[in-house]
């Protein structure tokens, strides 16, 4: 017998009988576990609970691939404005470019001119300077005025066409013909 069992005998609180039984049982490791006595009376999750946090958990699921799907929507839309807009700018840019090169490639003003040539953009009245062949062909609707880098461009009718078919909203003056 072990030395805390004959203090324990001494002191009477065991018996010699339980000081036996005791010493028969195998000895067990003690441990936080719960002993398969014990396992019944362990608190496990009810069922309703599981499956409301499972659903909470499928919902916070489907929430955030909501956003995810959202957000890669909106990523998608802003790249695809973002390309038009770079496509309009190209274009726009592919446009000028034509239109300055016939107007470059077809300028017709005379640095010498000396007549004053008036004409009306809008509701204002400009001026360009010109010789006298330009100022008949002006008036008779055989040269137009455009603008070239904020400049007053003299060009022959048949390119100011042209222009304005590439761009309607460019400013041509052709003078007509019936004004006389």
């Given amino acids: 017998m072990s030395s805390l069992s004959d203090q324990l005998l001494k002191a009477g609180l065991v018996t010699e009988e339980q000081v036996k039984k005791a010493a028969e049982k195998p000895k067990r490791h003690h441990s936080n576990k719960p002993n398969k006595s014990n396992r019944n009376n362990v608190k496990r999750p009810n069922k309703p609970k599981s499956s409301i946090e499972n659903k909470i958990k499928k919902e916070e699921s489907?929430?955030?691939?909501?956003?995810?799907?959202?957000?890669?929507?909106?990523?998608?839309?802003?790249?695809?404005?973002?390309?038009k807009k770079q496509e309009a700018a190209r274009i726009k840019k592919e446009t000028n470019d034509k239109i300055n090169k016939l107007l470059t490639d077809n300028l017709l003003n005379d640095e010498a001119a000396e007549i004053r040539y008036n004409f009306v953009v809008g509701t204002?009245?400009?001026?360009?300077?010109?010789?006298?062949?330009?100022q008949q062909k002006l008036a008779d609707g055989e040269l137009a005025i455009s603008f070239l880098g904020g400049k007053r461009a003299l060009i022959p009718v048949s390119i100011a066409k042209q222009i304005t078919e590439i761009n309607p909203n460019k400013i041509v003056i052709i003078a007509d013909s019936d004004e006389g």
């Fill in 62 to 83: 489907d929430l955030a691939q909501f956003y995810k799907e959202r957000a890669s929507l909106e990523r998608s839309e802003k790249q695809e404005v973002a390309r």
């Fill in 124 to 134: 204002t009245i400009k001026y360009l300077f010109v010789n006298e062949d330009q």
